[in-house]
Nanobody, 116 residues
Framework: QMQLVESGGGSVQAGGSLKLSCAAS?????????VAWYRQAPGKVRVLVSD???????RYTDSVQGRFTISQDNSKNTMHLQMNSLKTEDTAIYYC?????????WGQGTQVTVFS
């Protein structure tokens, strides 16, 4: 089994930047076909923000395109979400996830709050 732990959340002013990290144990991201970041805003369902497929192909939801960057560091068994030009609408709990050898794993989430 795999365990995922997010870090790097916090409060930031609109227009600022924040970098989220996700550390894996029990398995390695290099064995995962897909790694991803999701978020859940207050009163909303959890939605996909960004993912990496096959360790190379990235995609982003329209609302963060051009502002967020997803990355994967296999040497440290971590993944990251660099968030720039943050907006108040980005306020949410952010979760990392991975699909590895047929199983799906989730972190506990980290709170991101963007204030104006």
């Amino acid at each position: 089994q795999m365990q995922l732990v997010e870090s790097g959340g916090g409060s930031v002013q609109a227009g600022g930047s924040l970098k989220l990290s996700c550390a894996a144990s029990g398995d390695t991201f290099s064995r995962c076909g897909m790694v991803a970041w999701y978020r859940q805003a207050p009163g909303k369902v959890r939605v996909l923000v960004s993912d990496i497929n096959g360790g190379a192909i990235t995609r982003y939801t329209d609302s963060v395109q051009g502002r967020f960057t997803i990355s994967q560091d296999n040497s440290k068994n971590t993944m990251h979400l660099q968030m720039n030009s943050l907006k108040t609408e980005d306020t949410a709990i952010y979760y990392c996830a991975a699909v590895c050898r047929g199983n799906t794993y989730w972190g506990q989430g980290t709170q991101v709050t963007v204030f104006s």
